[in-house]
């Protein structure tokens, strides 16, 4: 079908509204992007290809007032959960606590309040929708896709962080994301690159993964974001994203949800390797899903046509209703207008209730002891994020360090949803105690065994981000403990505090403010001159 030139009420322009793509380059969009923006696109998508780092936020805010040149209500969404998983701090790693560091700082108060720091500044950069946070349960330890971007192992430490990041983004009028409906931590493969299934009954998904979902409904949640999994308990032959078991007989009927639904990237295999994006958004707005993620690879404006062209086809030839599509199109522009002004004060005075029947309001238990070893420093007139990184933080042993060490960073092959981003608690050693050596470490690379013999008399710190998923990480942390064992373990992840003897540290996850954090534990007399733990 040869292009059409239309307005957004138009039902090209419909389907158009329903169709957030990406796009490629950190300068004025592609040409052919602004006439679909024109032609009534619903939103597109920012990813770390867009930032430039020499420009940072500033840079940000200027591509977006751009995009809003071609339409002012243009949604603008991008993928910034903190942690592990960043697209504003791309060049750097975050400056903001991943999911399991706040889940593991204990305080959901505090959780609101990194959430609305970091809702500030997406709204200074001029962005109306944050894909998170995460509601998924850190339940499979095989799972390489949630883990650290959970906030924790239990349902209910999740529900209350999940409804605290949701009131908090949301006070600040950006669109939060729950995601990934209807759970993807108990599953132990990727939606990347398969269709993964969640093997869970019913009544253990009442009990365990939908408990997050309801705290975020109950919180006034705008978004849910799909998975790509399949749930024999809810639809035995069809991902979440397509089933309408799953998305209009649970989440709109049994949960009572009213808002927006989005799918998850369409690039993802589990939907561009088996039905193709075209069919894919067919069925999904089929099943009750509003919005199209066409997905982060996906940056030829033609796929947005022959997307737009398929649904488009389906309402003429009467396979998907008018009303239907309508209905989709009109809970898009409803964010929009939220976003915009709407109802967005009445949504922030949303009480968040604890999901818990007779639960207490001390908090949430920490998932290791904080005995002497947590960072308790009083929460002054630090950044929030500052002081979630510090409580989250755990040393066990002695962990201080004296003269410049080396640091050896075990390198893993980083989760499709991270991408490469800089990690490690090297960068922050370096910059606090000068002469540290930091050497990064593969698994088909030299051994660790013989770097340390080239660096005799340092002390050792060992990086790691894989311990618990890669077992050779964990055969070279042996093997360095053989030979060395004052040497200190900084885990950059998840793991056992078992696998581990003292001395060892724990950052739940591989921000650049829980290693700053870390470093100042190793070296805390040097907290003045460097302002370890702060964001660069």
């Not at 209500?73 to 975050?94: C, F, Q």
């Not at 709204?123 to 330890?141: L, M, Q, T, Y």
């Not at 092959?413 to 991270?418: N, V």
Request: glycine share 10%.
């Amino acid at each position: 079908m040869p292009e059409l030139r239309a307005g957004p009420d138009t039902l090209r322009g419909l389907a158009l509204r329903t169709l957030f793509p990406g796009f490629a380059g950190t300068q004025v969009p592609p040409a052919r992007l602004g006439r679909l923006i024109e032609d009534g696109l619903g939103g597109v998508v920012l990813f770390g290809r867009n930032i430039d780092p020499a420009r940072g936020d500033a840079g940000i805010a200027e591509l977006t007032r751009r995009l809003r040149g071609y339409r002012p209500d243009v949604l603008i969404a991008i993928d910034e959960e903190g942690g592990d998983v960043t697209r504003l701090d791309v060049a750097t790693g975050s400056a903001y606590p991943g999911s399991a560091a706040l889940g593991a700082a204990g305080d959901p108060d505090l959780t609101r309040e990194v959430a609305a720091s970091l809702a500030a500044r997406l709204r200074a950069c001029g962005i109306d929708i944050n894909f998170a946070p995460v509601a998924d349960i850190d339940v499979d330890s095989r799972n390489p896709i949630i883990g650290v971007r959970a906030f924790g192992s239990d349902p209910y430490l999740v529900a209350r962080h999940t409804a605290a990041f949701v009131t908090g983004q949301q006070s600040h009028g950006v669109v939060a994301t729950v995601k990934h409906f209807p759970g993807h931590g108990g599953t132990a493969e990727d939606s990347h690159v398969s269709v993964p299934v969640l093997d869970a009954s019913r009544q253990l998904l009442d009990h365990r993964e939908l408990v997050p979902f309801r705290a975020a409904i109950a919180a006034g949640v705008r978004l849910v974001m799909t998975a790509h999994i399949t749930v024999p308990a809810l639809d035995g032959s069809q991902p979440a994203t397509l089933s309408p078991a799953t998305i209009t007989g649970l989440l709109r009927g049994e949960l009572g949800y009213t808002g927006a639904v989005m799918t998850d990237g369409f690039d993802m295999h589990a939907i561009s390797g088996t039905v193709g994006h075209a069919e894919g958004a067919v069925q999904a707005l089929l099943a009750g899903v509003d919005a199209i993620c066409v997905g982060g690879d996906s940056t030829d404006p033609e796929l947005v046509e022959t997307i737009a062209d398929a649904i488009v086809s389906a309402v003429e030839t009467g396979r998907l209703g008018f009303e239907r599509l309508a209905e989709a199109a009109e809970r898009i522009t409803g964010l929009s207008a939220w976003v915009r002004g709407g109802d967005r004060l009445c949504n922030a005075r949303h009480e968040e209730a604890d999901p818990r029947p007779n639960a207490d309001s001390q908090g949430d238990a920490s998932p290791v002891p904080a005995g002497d070893g947590r960072s308790n420093r009083p929460d002054i007139s630090e950044p929030a994020e500052v002081r979630a990184a510090r409580r989250a933080v755990v040393a066990r042993g002695d962990v201080t360090l004296r003269t410049a060490p080396l640091v050896l960073e075990l390198q893993d092959d980083p989760s499709l949803a991270a991408g490469h981003i800089p990690w490690g608690i090297g960068a922050p050693l370096a910059d606090r105690m000068p002469g540290t050596v930091v050497v990064p470490v593969y698994e088909s690379g030299p051994p660790a065994r013989s770097v340390l013999a080239r660096h005799p008399g340092r002390p050792v710190v060992v990086a790691v981000r894989g311990v618990r998923r890669l077992p050779w990480q964990l055969r070279v942390v042996t093997e360095i403990r053989a030979m060395r064992p004052d040497a200190i373990i900084v885990d950059h992840e998840l793991s056992d505090p078992a696998q581990f003897e003292e001395p060892y540290v724990l950052t739940y996850g591989a921000s650049r403010v829980t290693a700053e954090a870390a470093a100042e534990l190793l070296h805390p007399h040097a907290a003045d001159r460097a302002g370890a733990g702060r964001p660069a």
